[in-house]
């Protein structure tokens, strides 16, 4: 049986268009977030960082983080990055995929195949 699978991107960004494919085509149902319409939560931002850290959490080559002011780019820090992608959730790298106790962010094809692997 496999867990719920949950997709959190907008609805716009190639990436997430190409893991939501790959899902769909190989039969694995997924339940979509759009983090800039359906927003996110305090508590699922910390979940992710936990699980990946708030480094490779945080997309620092996004149009929204190029548009911030310099200070807010400067000596960031979990907690500051957290806050920023709470206000901006399009600076959350995509697509981040939750499949049980599995936090991934991007998409990978050959990651996805070991991920949603048959088990014998």
Same mark, same amino acid.
């Given at each position: 049986? @496999? /867990?719920?699978?949950?997709?959190?991107?907008?609805?716009t960004?190639? +990436?997430?268009k &190409?893991?939501?494919?790959?899902? =769909? /085509?190989?039969g694995?149902?997924?339940?979509y977030? /759009?983090?800039? &319409?359906? $927003?996110? +939560?305090? !508590?699922?931002? =910390? $979940?992710?960082?936990e699980?990946v $850290?708030? *480094?490779?959490?945080?997309?620092?080559?996004?149009?929204?983080?190029?548009?911030? /002011? *310099?200070?807010?780019k400067?000596?960031?820090?979990? !907690?500051?990055?957290?806050?920023l992608?709470? *206000?901006?959730? +399009?600076? @959350?790298?995509?697509? @981040?995929? =939750?499949? $049980?106790?599995? @936090?991934?962010?991007?998409?990978?094809? *050959?990651?996805? =195949?070991?991920?949603f692997a048959?088990?014998?």
């Amino acid at each position: 049986m @496999v /867990d719920t699978v949950v997709l959190y991107g907008i609805k716009t960004c190639s +990436t997430v268009k &190409k893991a939501m494919k790959w899902l =769909e /085509d190989r039969g694995i149902p997924v339940r979509y977030h /759009d983090v800039r &319409k359906d $927003g996110l +939560t305090a !508590a699922l931002l =910390e $979940g992710w960082v936990e699980a990946v $850290g708030w *480094e490779k959490l945080l997309n620092r080559s996004s149009l929204t983080f190029r548009r911030l /002011d *310099e200070a807010q780019k400067q000596d960031l820090t979990q !907690a500051r990055a957290v806050a920023l992608m709470l *206000e901006h959730p +399009t600076l @959350v790298r995509r697509p @981040v995929l =939750e499949s $049980g106790k599995t @936090v991934t962010v991007g998409f990978r094809p *050959e990651f996805y =195949e070991g991920l949603f692997a048959p088990t014998a």
